[in-house]
C-alpha cells in the first residue's frame, strides 16, 4: 500500500519551504580540468553574506557540498577545515544546510569504475557523521550521499564528459555508484539511525517522435522509465545484490530544468513555454505526481531554475505547479533555486549562465553579488502563490 499525506502523515524535516543551492561542483570536466565552483563563485569566500542576503527571502534552508576530492587528498584521510568553517557560518546565524558527500567529483585516484570506489565512499561517510556529530550531536541531519546518478552515469560513462570517460558503460558506471551509495547510507546509518537521506535525481519525460514508429514509441518509454532505476536500486527492486533496501528510500529529491523534457534520440527539446504546447509536452505537476505515486515517499523539488531573462517566468511557473501538486494533497516538502549565485560552465569556464537570485559581479575577487531585481519581485510573487502549508509544521 502506498503512503499518502491523509493516511500516513509525513513530518517535514526542513526550515523553509524554499532553498538555496549553491553550486559545488568539483568534478573533472571534459577537457580533464577540475572544477571547483565553490570558490569560483566566491561562496566559500563570502558564506557570511551569501547567507544574510538568503535571509531577506525567507530562506532558511541551504543545500551545501563538501567537494570529496577536497576533502580527501590522501586516501582515508580527511581535512575538514573548510566544511567545519561553512558549518560554523551556518549554525551562527541558523541556516539549516543539507549536505551533498559526493556533488560529480571524486578524488584523483578514483572513478566509479574503480573496484575500491565504494569501500572509500563509505569511510568518507563514516568519517563525516563522525565529525558532524562531534560538533553537532543532536541536530537533524539531512545528507545526499551521491547527486545525480543518472545524470552521472550518462556523462562519464556514455558521453565522455567527466571521469572516467567512457562511452557504452553508462550501466556500469551506474552500477558503481549505486554499490557506494549504499554502502554509504548504511555505513552512516550504523553509527547513526536517525540521518535523513535525501536522493537528488533528475526528473525528465522521454517522448517519441511525432508519427513515431512502434519500434520509436517502445524505445522512448524504455528510456523515460530508465530514469528511475537509481532510486529503484536504492530500494532493492532493481540490481537487488548492492544490498538497497525500501527503508533507504527517505526523501525523494528531484531535480527539473527547461531541457528535462525532450524527443527521444534527437536531442530535441520540447519547449516549456510555447503560446501553443506541444500535445507531448507534460506539465511539472503530473511528473512529480507519477514519481510520488511510485515510491510513496516525501517530495521535493531539489534543483530548479532557467537562465537569462525567463528567470521570473519560470519561478512563477514552478509556484503554480508546486501550489497544484499541495492541492493534489502530495507531500511537497520544499523547492530548491539552483543555483542561487550564477555559476560558470563546468567546460567553458569563462561562461557565466546568468542563471541566479545573484548574477555574479566579475570586477571584483572574489566575485561580487547583484540581485537581479526582476528575478527578485517574481520569486516574492511566487512565495505569495504557495503559502507555507501545515505540511511545514513539524
Known amino acids: 500500500m502506498l503512503l499518502n499525506s491523509t493516511t500516513s502523515p509525513f513530518t517535514n524535516p526542513f526550515q523553509s519551504f524554499w532553498w538555496a543551492g549553491y553550486e559545488c561542483s568539483d568534478q573533472l570536466n571534459c577537457f580533464g580540468n577540475r572544477v571547483d ?37 590522501r586516501p582515508y584521510q580527511y581535512d575538514w577545515s573548510v566544511v567545519s568553517a561553512m558549518m560554523a557560518e551556518g549554525h551562527r546565524q541558523g541556516i539549516q544546510q543539507v549536505w551533498d558527500l559526493c556533488h560529480f567529483g571524486y578524488p584523483d585516484d578514483l572513478t566509479p569504475l574503480h573496484p575500491m570506489f565504494a569501500r572509500r565512499f563509505a569511510a568518507l561517510c563514516r568519517a563525516f557523521v563522525t565529525f558532524y556529530r562531534e560538533h553537532y550531536p543532536y541536530e537533524t541531519l539531512i545528507v545526499t550521499p551521491i547527486n545525480e546518478v543518472s545524470f552521472m552515469s550518462w556523462l562519464g560513462g556514455d558521453a565522455c564528459g567527466t571521469s572516467p570517460y ?13 554499490r557506494a551509495y549504499i554502502e554509504g547510507i548504511a555505513a552512516m ?9 535525501l536522493t537528488t535525481e533528475p526528473l525528465v519525460q522521454m517522448v517519441p517522435p511525432l508519427n513515431a514508429t512502434e519500434e520509436q514509441i517502445i524505445n522512448a518509454a524504455i528510456a523515460d522509465e530508465n530514469q528511475f532505476q537509481s532510486v529503484d536500486m536504492l530500494a532493492g527492486k532493481l540490481a537487488p545484490e548492492l544490498g538497497g533496501s525500501p527503508e533507504y528510500v527517505d526523501l525523494l529529491g528531484f531535480n527539473y530544468y527547461y531541457n528535462n523534457q525532450w524527443i527521444d534520440g534527437t536531442g530535441t ?121 501545515s505540511l511545514l509544521t513539524s
Open 269 to 389: 527539446f520540447l519547449g516549456w513555454n510555447d503560446l501553443i504546447p506541444d500535445p507531448r509536452w507534460v506539465p511539472l505537476r503530473h511528473l512529480l505526481v507519477k514519481a510520488y505515486r511510485r515510491y510513496g515517499r516525501p517530495i521535493a523539488l531539489t534543483e530548479t531554475s532557467h537562465s537569462g531573462i525567463d528567470r521570473p517566468i519560470w519561478v512563477k511557473m514552478i509556484a503554480r505547479e508546486c501550489l497544484a501538486v499541495l492541492q493534489a494533497d502530495v507531500p511537497l516538502l520544499g523547492v530548491c533555486l539552483y543555483p542561487i549565485i550564477d555559476r560558470p560552465d563546468w567546460d567553458h569556464t569563462d561562461y557565466w549562465h546568468h542563471s541566479g537570485l545573484w548574477d555574479a559581479d566579475l570586477s571584483t575577487n572574489p566575485v561580487g553579488r547583484v540581485l537581479v531585481e526582476p528575478y527578485a519581485r517574481a520569486l516574492v510573487q511566487a512565495q505569495a502563490i504557495v503559502q507555507e502549508t
Open 166 to 178: 567512457c562511452t557504452k558503460q553508462g550501466w556500469e558506471v551506474k552500477i558503481g555508484l549505486m
Open 189 to 197: 546509518r550504523e553509527l547513526d539511525p536517525t540521518i535523513r537521506i
Open 37 to 73: 565552483l565553490l570558490r569560483q563563485s566566491g561562496h566559500v569566500q563570502l558564506i557570511r553574506e551569501d547567507y544574510q542576503q538568503i535571509q531577506t527571502f525567507n530562506i532558511r534552508t541551504v543545500r551545501e557540498g563538501i567537494q570529496w576530492s577536497h576533502v580527501e587528498k
